[in-house]
């Protein structure tokens, strides 16, 4: 129904920048927020930054200042610019989406992309 395709991972030096991006296919109807959760090995997920359509953000403290989230709705697209990236924001980074489908747009459905790996290490 939905595929989430996600880039821009990698290795990275502390104090480096990164940029994911992830962009939704499929059967879609309407995207109501799109962004970005983590996780580490031993750790649960956490959410990282969302935006809605309207560009609402929300960010987790540790990010605030240097991660910034962006879509482009065009294109169904998320985008998550990492900046001054530290050993502890080492994860694998999942795009996330809450969207309607055309066949029930009434009703809305969380989906995962498969994660793509950010490692900051000198």
């Known amino acids: 129904q939905v595929q989430l395709a996600e880039s821009g991972g990698g290795l990275v030096q502390p104090g480096g920048s990164l940029k994911l991006s992830c962009a939704a296919s499929?059967?879609?109807?309407?995207?109501?927020?799109m962004g970005w959760y983590r996780q580490a090995p031993g750790k649960q997920r956490e959410l990282v930054a969302t935006?809605?359509?309207?560009?609402?953000?929300t960010y987790r403290d540790s990010v605030k200042g240097r991660f910034a989230v962006s879509r482009d709705n065009a294109k169904n697209t998320v985008y998550l610019q990492m900046n001054s990236l530290q050993p502890e924001d080492t994860a694998a980074y999942y795009c996330y989406t809450v969207l309607s489908l055309e066949t029930s747009r009434l009703v809305r459905r969380q989906f995962w992309g498969q994660g793509t790996q950010v490692t900051v290490s000198s």
């Open positions: 499929g059967n879609i109807f309407n995207i109501d927020v």
């Open positions: 935006i809605t359509n309207s560009g609402g953000t």
